[in-house]
């Protein structure tokens, strides 16, 4: 089960924990599946690695 990507708008770096410190609630993009352009969020990565993503 993965969450949906979402980045702040008029940034380039998408989230896709939603425990994230960064996670964005108002004024975001979303996306269903991995983004093909943009940065991955290097906290969201960390999550990921730590088994921590939610
Ligand atoms: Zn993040």
């Known amino acids: 089960m993965a969450s949906p990507y ?3 708008k ?3 770096t998408w989230h ?5 410190s960064n996670w964005p609630t108002s004024n ?3 996306r269903p599946a ?3 352009s943009g ?3 290097n906290e ?3 999550k990921q690695a730590a ?3 939610k």
């Open 6 to 8: 979402r980045k702040h």
């Open 10 to 12: 008029g940034k380039d």
């Open 16 to 20: 896709f924990c939603s425990n994230c």
């Open 28 to 30: 975001y993009d979303e």
């Open 34 to 36: 991995k983004p093909t």
């Open 39 to 41: 940065e991955l969020c």
């Open 44 to 46: 969201c990565k960390a």
């Open 51 to 53: 088994g921590n993503c």
